[in-house]
């Protein structure tokens, strides 16, 4: 019937609530589903911090998923049919190892890159995991916060002006 009702729902499961939430979340690729319902079901469904972390560990569950299917020889295949212009020229803008880390932070915290192609591209490039996966995660902090935040303002019924300031900031 309502947010705080589903929010009480999920959490009486503990542990299960938040792990499910998070193997739904790392699969959603593969289901179609856009990151965005489940960065803001994250921020309804648990609290602040929890709702962080698990948009974090989804997030990166999900980046990596398509980040390996991209190194197995599918991203080719997607970034040569449907990259364009815009996927060879943040193919190139990757592809540079030394910098990879920096460049991969930056396009994760702006936010006109959708995460799956970026994750899809970067498993592209000679980008290791290692550095794919700290740069993603690092990116992904200000928005998760910000989903959380709100999630919280929602559910609870907190004043807008406070949520708006912290959404801002992050």
Known sequence: HSA????????????????????????????????LVFNLAAGILFPPLVGMLCIMLGGLGSAGLLFGMSKSGLGETLLENWGGKWGARLSRYLADREKGFRRLLL???????????????????????????????????????????LGEAVTTGQGWTGTLVIIFLA
Do not use: H, N
């Open 107 to 149: 396009v994760r915290l702006v936010p006109i890159f959708g995460y799956d192609p970026v994750s899809i591209i970067a498993g592209c490039t000679q980008l290791r995991f290692k550095t794919f996966a700290g740069a993603t995660l690092l990116g992904m902090v200000p928005g998760a916060a910000a989903y959380s935040v």
């Open 4 to 35: 705080e009702e589903l929010r009480v729902w999920v959490l009486g499961f503990g542990f299960w609530g938040s792990a499910v939430y998070v193997a739904l979340y790392i699969v959603r690729p593969l289901l179609l589903i856009p990151s």
